[in-house]
């Protein structure tokens, strides 16, 4: 006999209601594939939330996948940019089209269905139990996160990535790079998207610790990661290094910053 699970919505949609207007961006670049499954799996997970992606012009006709369920599914709208510029222009244009028209609650996500949208909840629920709350970060690494697919030494390679981090920033952030995440508007306007330069990785960490020293409150929700089966990463070891090299740069400029003036005897 087969077994039909019901989904609570109504206690989904009183989540959402309460927290406000929540939109999911989607950087893509040629994720033909991924697209069309992830777009339906994210409306039958959280109902309410609307969708944005945000394509590059991808050769592959991403962009009009996208706009063919956005059809058949509703409230999903498509950016297409002329040209691939990288993640952390595509949050920022996305941030900005979200902020633009008045979402209280903007998600990143990312297309190759290496974030659940079964997590989406638990991502955006806090935001009701805390009117301070800044951002939720879905975290690998705290108690209940996981990443089954890496390699021991890739898992290595990232907690000491993100150890670095939050050792040289400490912001308390244990997920840094994680690019599964929710902020509230008001922290996002807070942080002066304009000014973030950074890409991949580095943009993660840096939007992360802007909300940190701008006073915002941060916490972190376990999340699976799985890898992506279809289609191509488009991170490399130079944005790795960027990052690196950036949170470095940070650290010390913040370090200068609040090393106390001599005193002026004169
Ligand atoms: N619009 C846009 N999207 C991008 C760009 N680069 C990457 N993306 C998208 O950003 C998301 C994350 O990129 P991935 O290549 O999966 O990066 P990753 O998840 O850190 O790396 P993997 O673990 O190897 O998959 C995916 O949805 C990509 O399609 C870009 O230049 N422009
Ligand atoms: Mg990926």
């Not at 594939?33 to 609307?50: G, K």
């Not at 638990?122 to 805390?130: C, R």
């Not at 992506?228 to 090299?245: H, Q």
Request: proline residues 5%.
């Amino acid at each position: 006999m087969a077994t039909t699970i019901t989904r609570d919505s109504r206690l989904r949609s009183t989540t959402i209601a309460s927290v406000g207007r929540a939109l999911v961006v989607i950087p893509t670049y040629c994720e033909y594939d991924n697209i069309a499954r992830i777009l339906p799996a994210i409306r039958t997970a959280v109902p309410d939330v609307d969708i944005l992606v945000v394509d590059d012009s991808s050769p592959d006709h991403t962009a009009r996948r996208a706009a063919e369920i956005a059809d058949q599914i509703g409230s999903i709208d498509v950016m297409v940019r002329p040209a691939k510029s990288g993640l952390g222009s595509a949050y920022r244009d996305g941030f900005h089209y979200g902020m633009e028209r008045g979402y209280d609650l903007l998600v990143e996500m990312d297309a190759d269905l290496s974030h659940d949208p079964e997590s989406l909840d638990s991502l955006l629920e806090p935001f009701a139990l805390d009117p301070e709350l800044s951002l939720v970060i879905g975290s690998r690494y705290v108690p209940g996160g996981s990443i089954p697919d890496w390699s021991r030494r890739r898992r290595l390679l990232s907690r000491l990535g993100n150890r670095y981090a939050d050792s040289a920033l400490r912001f308390g952030v244990a997920d840094a790079t994680s690019g599964f995440r929710a902020y509230r508007a008001s922290a996002l306007e807070a942080v002066k998207l304009d000014s973030v330069r950074a890409d991949g990785y580095g943009f993660q960490i840096e939007m992360a610790y802007r909300v940190y020293k701008a006073g915002g409150t941060i916490i972190e929700r376990p999340i699976a990661f799985t890898d992506r089966t279809d289609g191509e990463s488009k991170m490399s070891s130079r944005i790795v290094f960027e990052a690196l090299g950036l949170v470095t740069a940070w650290a010390i400029r913040d370090r200068l910053a609040r090393r106390p003036r001599p005193a002026n005897n004169n």
